[in-house]
T-cell receptor, first 114, second 113 residues
Framework: NAGVTQTPKFRVLKTGQSMTLLCAQDMNHEYMYWYRQDPGMGLRLIHYSVGEGTTAKGEVPDGYNVSRLKKQNFLLGLESAAPSQTSVYFC?????????????FGPGTRLTVL | AQTVTQSQPEMSVQEAETVTLSCTYD???????LFWYKQPPSRQMILVIRQEAYKQQNATENRFSVNFQKAAKSFSLKISDSQLGDTAMYFC??????????FGTGTSLTVIP
């Protein structure tokens, strides 16, 4: 099993450009999440999904959109990138609802917006 | 609201010594779980240890153990016999019903040879 994978690993954008980050998991997990990690701020939840075809906003959703068309994939889109979106982005997944579920993380994507 | 606080941004420890990382949290839930994740320079988040809130016994995983004080809402991580490979950022996390997770701001641990 590959676990949780993220594409790409690094990206540099210019202000105003758009891009999509892809997260894929092969563990048949129901829940998927997108976080951003900034120095001194830990991980902050952007959007999450509780199943195929569903999405919900997290703590910092502005400027991002997501889609979960297939159970194994969770896409994070930036329609018009801004320097404030320079960050490391992590995708994570957990099995179906239940106590004591740990999160499985992807390797992260470092995004720089100039 | 659920919050997780790590008040030690940076810590260091001599190799083979013991170090304790602090974490406090706040939640109104009765059932929840707590985690410590390790993030080495590779950026990969690795689960170190987890604790179910309804279990009074502190969790232990080899050199890693926790001191879970439910009434005080405290969840500290003790690393014994510190090794160079323990150098990493450590995040405390709270998992609540509904699979929502809340992270602290992290503690950067350096193990000194």
């Amino acid at each position: 099993n590959a676990g949780v994978t993220q594409t790409p690993k690094f990206r540099v954008l210019k202000t105003g450009q758009s891009m999509t980050l892809l997260c894929a998991q092969d563990m048949n997990h129901e829940y998927m999440y997108w976080y951003r990690q900034d120095p001194g701020m830990g991980l902050r939840l952007i959007h999450y999904s509780v199943g195929e075809g569903t999405t919900a906003k997290g703590e910092v959703p502005d400027g991002y959109n997501v889609s979960r068309l297939k159970k194994q994939n969770f896409l994070l889109g930036l329609e018009s990138a801004a320097p404030s979106q320079t960050s490391v982005y992590f995708c994570a997944s957990t099995p179906r609802l239940g106590l004591f579920n740990e999160q499985f993380f992807g390797p992260g994507t470092r995004l720089t917006v100039l | 609201a659920q919050t997780v606080t790590q008040s030690q941004p940076e810590m260091s420890v001599q190799e083979a010594e013991t170090v304790t990382l602090s974490c406090t949290y706040d939640t109104s839930e009765n059932n929840y779980y707590l985690f410590w994740y390790k993030q080495p320079p590779s950026r990969q988040m690795i689960l170190v240890i987890r604790q179910e809130a309804y279990k009074q016994q502190n969790a232990t995983e080899n050199r890693f153990s926790v001191n879970f004080q439910k009434a005080a809402k405290s969840f500290s991580l003790k690393i014994s016999d510190s090794q160079l490979g323990d150098t990493a950022m450590y995040f405390c996390a709270l998992g609540s019903p509904g699979n929502q997770f809340y992270f602290g701001t992290g503690t950067s641990l350096t193990v000194i040879p």
